[in-house]
């Protein structure tokens, strides 16, 4: 059976593709979830006029990523902190502070966006990955240093 997916399904397909799945695992799982609709020729027109949509929405959105990414490129973040042995902190930070000390230099970014994958427990220097679109990708540099 061919479905729509409305949401991306792991190991399945993004949204908007046209994916042949079991029909008892479409009827049973993905349409009554919300997840996929079927594939009638009503439906498929609807998706591709929802694509050309969701495009020209990620088109016009992508030129602001890219002057964010540039600013990010250039900013360097520092955060002091106590530590232990082996410059181990008593704590972490975490995306949540990054995007809190984004904000207090003026640059608002969801904490969602910034990809740490996990929090920061040394002191040291970090490149932190930053997903602003799918196509554009900034880096940011974070300083944790010693607290004395």
Not at 78 to 103: H, M, N, P, Q, Y
């Amino acid at each position: 059976m061919d479905v729509i997916l409305r949401k991306p399904v792991e190991n399945l397909g993004r949204a908007g593709e046209i994916v042949k799945v079991k029909p008892g695992y479409a009827r049973n799982y993905l349409i009554p979830t919300g997840l996929a609709y079927q594939a009638t020729e009503a439906n498929k027109q609807r998706a591709a006029a929802e694509a050309a949509r969701v495009a020209q929405r990620l088109a016009s959105t992508r030129e602001s990523a890219v002057a964010m990414a540039a600013t990010l490129a250039a900013m360097e973040l520092r955060f002091t902190a106590k530590s232990g042995e082996g410059d181990r902190l008593f704590g972490s930070i975490t995306s949540a502070d990054i995007a809190a000390r984004l904000a207090e230099s003026g640059v608002e970014i969801d904490k969602r966006v910034i990809e740490l994958e996990a929090p920061i427990k040394a002191i040291g220097v970090y490149a932190v990955p930053i997903r602003l679109h799918p196509d554009v990708h900034a880096e940011l540099k974070v300083w944790v240093d010693k607290a004395e």
